[in-house]
């Protein structure tokens, strides 16, 4: 799933961690990023506790 399309706010970790891989292997990026690391995922959970989760 692309990083930007779960309803909740959730990011794919790991679909993030393979565009950094190939960032960093086209050079763009010089430095290893953990994707898990780099994210802060509070703010998606603390909005999904108040608003309740994704109902279509």
């Known amino acids: 799933?692309?990083?930007?399309?779960?309803p909740d706010g959730r990011?794919?970790?790991?679909?993030?961690?393979?565009?950094?891989?190939v960032y960093?292997?086209?050079?763009?990026l010089?430095?290893?990023?953990?994707?898990?690391s780099a994210v802060d995922p509070q703010y998606a959970e603390f909005a999904r506790e108040?608003?309740?989760p994704y109902r279509p």
């Open 1 to 6: 799933m692309p990083a930007g399309l779960d």
């Open 50 to 52: 108040r608003l309740g």
């Open 11 to 21: 990011l794919a970790l790991d679909t993030l961690q393979d565009s950094i891989e």
């Open 30 to 36: 010089s430095e290893a990023i953990d994707a898990a």
């Open 24 to 28: 960093r292997a086209a050079g763009v």
